[in-house]
């Protein structure tokens, strides 16, 4: 708190100045009258009323009729602060009063425009309001704005596509990034699957320029097979501790922390006959299984959507699952990159043509790609597909059980188009039709309700792929207590506005990426990965961050260190100190007044809205007048 | 140098690349097409899944951005031209005229109030009006007003004077009638007189030309003047200002009357000599009463001269008094006399008795003197003075023919006076000449004609007509009346000092109308020869300008003439009404019966009615669309409006460029089976989110436009264009299936008793929390969610829409309330353009192409541009503004790597 309150000794001077805003006000309220009224007040040593207060000569008479009458507090009582607050605080501190010794009294929102038809009734409201702006202005106090230093070094959580894109644009811009893997390597999930969307590229060849790049750029540390050990201070001021698998914890200072921890996919213990036949595995597991070339022979292959999702196990449409699913059932049904394993002397054994584009197929079937992608196909069209149609030219039947096909966007739905082309058939399934996986004589098949049929169906199947949802990292839970922010009630961390604000977290200084604020695509991931870098670069570019005055104050000598305001505080601005005492991070602190409201000792107050103004407005406005 | 960055698109996705710069001191200029920043989410109502309200979140950010030091928000303006590479683009913007200071406006409103137009309002989808000076919505950043002003009307355009005729027929719309003849009168001082004789080019211009026929302008003007003056209303306008110079106005027709009246509203001390016992020059004398009835100029002389102007009557200048005489008592002198003079065939026998010039016959009869003319009367000419003196004589129980050189296309005179003689039984004997007036005793017997043909083009544009050798021919008759042209009397003027032209007109500079004499000035038909009454107000008003100036102790120098603003075609309407122009037949005057016009010299054409005035006025398709009526400036307290604002083109250099140029909404109209547009109960979703939202169209209210009924029964159809290849949008929009949850929920907040259906494909819920909203919308909100296409008929009763469905391979259909249709997002229309300029190429489907649309999302094909938001493809708000961090992010690269910033 400032010590320079000498104003408070001698008696107020306010000065008040009441806008007609055209007509906006001046047509529904009498502002003559309210401004003779407000002279009236006790401590307001001057009252006007402009046309325009926001106009060129409404801001010059308030500087100088704050020479002419010495006043040292001002009101308008105008419009809204939204707009108009900050250009009267600079007017005022032009004319040398203090921006906090400012007060601004809404007549327009607030008053004149819901009472357009009671104008008596309207102007006793705007004496009521402008009282109550007196009454609260009388006990202002000048303010001075906390300024702390920024460590001008980023921390990034996590080596997958999200935290290698978060770390390499801030290095980019120039500043030092310490990038953490609790891996051996960098890439993430990535690097286990096998292919992707919209590519030829495998997963792997696909990301190594970007893993080529942060191991290239001399901004970005790597912490391989290292984690977050702890982390105390607040934004521009982290000390961080990276614990190694069995090294010295390393010791770091950073201004500012992204999390791009990722997600790993849900094992689907107990459902779908998981882990009960070989040939039921994860969309996971097949990835892996076409890394290693080992899928084993296949004439019918079954994708199951929402293996735990929307309902089973968590309740969360895990967004990506479908279309992970069109691809693979794309791969299979083309039999892409031969991941199906058939030599072409295999083939002559079973006594099967296996057809391998050859190279002018593979021309001639991207010249009809366009055709293709504009064609698209009628929804009508899949129906039919359900049960009928030639199989693949792979030979595998491809089918995808689901309940809607999440394939948004415009690739997406692209491929979605391309996959039914392919004669991948997708059945559709209720929430209270679940396909059923059985072994019969040691062959799968599965049980699904057909919908125009109306009746049950079975398929015999050589395998079952689950797409299970990806959920929170295991430990996300340690990280969000190391780091003090939030994570949503399906494990993922929790943005601070869903809308608005979607890498940032309330506390300052804290951003999130990629699949642990919840499942996104790699070209998702990366956008908010570039974005919480573009967020997190911001207090290193200044070197410092200034926080408004508006603040909460600790009494040491009432606080006890009950620590209850440290638990209310969305923002962490709040700590204990050595002494055990309650302390606020100025730069943290948003002014939101929960600690202050919960305080049982009412040892915390809030700079600008203490306890004394806002009691003097609430007793101004149930004064009978 | 500091390093800038360019933001092309002021929705959230810029608005937040532009904030994440600003904010750690990168200069940043928003350039936004709109008057406002905002986007399209400024439109929603809520946002999902939290049901936020949209505005109540974005308007801080809009707030923040406007205020912020480092960014300059550069509202209603466009990309031109770009050249230049990353680190060192150049790139002109045109920053569009909004007529209104962006500094001073301190967006009240008050101009919303008095400006006589109504638009579309876009940002309500059309759903209701808002004037030509508007905000788009309440919460508008910057909080400043703009006139919707994309050129002049053609019909102001073309008035001679200069008279905003849009601007007046726009007022009398609004039924702001004092206001409307106070515009009138700041260029025609009598606007009875002038709506009444006026061959009102304004009409020619009049873009409904094409589509019906022209609004009745003219007819417009002498309503609202006569109307006003029923009124009581007609009062003078105070003069504020006393200025003790004299000014000497020789004449007292319309030339005359305007710059005595200017003057007089400028303060000076105005005498008007007239040689004649009464007013109005050419208007009283020249114009019979059955097109001009005197006391209609009576009461407007009255009125002009009632500011103040003194008038003596019989005082010829040149006989009277000298012009020398006039010099010495007063600062400056107007040279008004008119033509008056009437100019001879040229042919023999016009000293025959019955002969009678036009122009001295229709002075004797409007001085009620008896002139006597024969029972067979040819007048020769196809002016209006000689369809005046035809019609007159046609009146007076003579049988007239008009004998014209040329043919009826050519005739100077106005269609009405054509077709009133043609009426009123006056026969036309065009291609015909007089060669000799033939007399017996001294009295015509009869007229001796040629024949003529047209021939080559001649000066003024029209056929020359040639006369056709050996075609002589007679027509009896016992009285001519030649109207061929007139000409000043300069000879009574009789000033040698005076320069004259080889015409016999007074010479004077026609930028300034100053004669050779230094502080005369001279202007009307004494200078041009016979013109129009508004050639001779526009005149009047243009002396009165410079011997004000003269006056003032300035410079008479004439000032340029700006004629450069943009005319409004026929196209440029279509374009903004999306090519709905309706037709609407034009209200035609009431007519004296032909019978009575025979005998009668009461006026023929009826003024208008209020009400035909107003269904007349309606017609108007507001073409500027500012109507430049002038109104909004005198309602303006801070002075922020001004009229005189030009286009700028603002070069910039910034390091990267960011694209947000956000999305379209597909017009479902020409996809019938949906019924838009055909169905008043159909609605889109945009619509529909304007419908509920409390600043909107209906007040927060869903109402049917059938019957203004509050719907119980909605239906949604989701994918109305789009995930159909057939009307080239296959992809899928990303957002609708939970705006239509969001709006289905929405619409049980508002009424408990409406129940909604979801028809759609796949139920894309797929983000943070969507499911669980979807789940909560069934069980919650009581929606129906449905798996199929849909499609619309109309139960033609009710008017309630019929929705044809499918479930389980059988065709169902239920009637609806309503029906909302989620259409397609497509980009913005302009995305060709703007990529053409900053060569970037476009996706199959026109969105920006991102390169590598996997690692790289968000960067384009050319260095130091990034792409943020829709523009790029589909995108909902959270990760538009993920993207828009990410653009920033990319721009920062650039500049950390170019040296700056």
Redesign the interface.
Known sequence: MPENTSTEKEKPRIGVFICH????IGGFVDVKAVTEYASTLPDVAYATDN??T??EDGLNNIKETIKEHNLDRIIVASCTP??HA?LFQRTCEAAGVNKYMFTFVNLREHCSWVHMKEKEKATQKAKDLVRMGVARARFLEPQEETRVDVTPTALVVGGG?SGM?AAL?LA???FPVHLVEKDKELGGFVRSLHA?M??TKSANE??R??IDKVNAHKNITQHLSSHVASVEGFIGNYDVSIGGDGAEPKEVKVGTIIVATGAVPLVPDGLFGYKEHPGIITSSEFEELCNKKELPRLKSVAFIQCAGA??QKV?????IC?NVAIKSAIHIAENRDNILGVTEEKAAEAGEAVEEPAAEKKAEEEGSE?RR?????G??AE?GAGEEGAAPSSGVEVTVFNR???????????EF?KAREKRVKFV?YGPDNLPKVSVKDGKLEVGYFH??L?MERTMPVDMVILSTPLVAQPDAATLSQLLKVPL?QDG?FQEA???????DFATDGVYV?GAC??PAD???S??????????A??P???GFVQAEALTSVVDETKCTGCGTCVEVCPYSALRKNDEGISEVIAAACKGCGCCGATCPEGAITMTHYTDQQLLAEAKAALEEV | MKKSVMVIGGG?AGIQTAL?LA???IDVDLVEKLPSIGGRMAQLDK?F??N?CSIC?????M?DCY?HPNINVRTYSEIKDISGTAGDFKVDVLKKARFVDEE?C?G???CFKVCPVSLPNEFDMDMRERPAIYMPFLQAVP?TATIDRAGVAPCSSKCPAGLSAQGYVALIRAEKFKEALDLIRRTVPLASVCGRICHHPCEEGCNRTDIDDPVAIAGLKAFVGDYVRQQGEDVPTPIEEDRKEKVAVVGAGPAGLAAAYRLALKGFKVKILEATSKPGGMLWWGIPDYRLPKDVLTAEVDHLLAHGIEIEYGKTVGKDLTLEDLKKDHDAVFLAIGAHKSLTLGVPGEDLEGVVHGVDFLHKIADKETVKIGKKVAVIGGGNAAMDAARTALRMGSDVTVIYRRTKDEMPAIGAEIKGAEEEGVKFEFLASPVKIQGKDGKISAIECIRMKLGEPDQSGRPRPVPVDGSEFTVEVDTVIPAVSQAPDLDTLGSKNLAVTKWKTLEADPGNLSTNVPGVFAGGDAVSGPASAVEAFAAGNKAARYIEKLLNGESIEPEPEEKDEHVITLEDIKARMKGEITKSERVLRQHLPDDKRRTSFEEVEKVFTKEEALKEAARCVSCGPCSQCEACAPAC??NAIDYTMKDQIVTLNPAAIVVATGFDMWDPTAASEYGYKKYPNVYTAMEYERMINAAGPTGGHIVRRSDGEHPKKLAFIQCVGS???QV?H???C?VCCMHATKEAMLAREHYEDINSTIFY????????????YV?RAKSDYGVSYI?S?ATVQENAETHNPVVVFDV??KQQSEEFDAVVLATTLVPRKDTVELAKKLGLKL???G?FESPD??????KSGVPGIYLAGYCA??AD???S??????????A??VL??SGGG
């Open positions: 805003c055209g007509s906006n046309l325009y926001c106009a939204r707009t900050p596509v894109t644009s980019n811009m120039g992707l919209m590519t696909t990301i320029p970007l929307r309902g309740s969360y449409c895990s967004r479908c366009r992608r504009r064609r698209g196909r929804r009508q129906d809607d096909v999440m394939a948004y966007g415009v690739e997406n739905e692209l188009n559709r919908e125009t109306k949503g993922f506005h869903v809308k608005l604000r979607p890498v990426c604020r919840g790699i070209a998702e990366v956008s908010q990965a570039a974005g919480a870098a573009s967020r670069s911001i290193l570019a200044n | 959230i994440d904010e750690k001191g946002t899944p939290t936020d979140i974005l308007a801080p950010k707030a205020a001073k301190n009240c409103g008050d909080r307290g801070p995930r159909n290849p080239g296959p992809y899928c990303s494909k796949d139920m894309r819920a797929c983000a943070k929390g969507f499911n669980e789940e798996n296409d389980g391979g996706t199959e489907f969105f649309s996997i690692l790289d999302f968000g493809g589909p708000i959270p990760e503004v993920a993207q828009g961090s990410s653009a920033a992010a990319k920062a690269e950390a790597n």
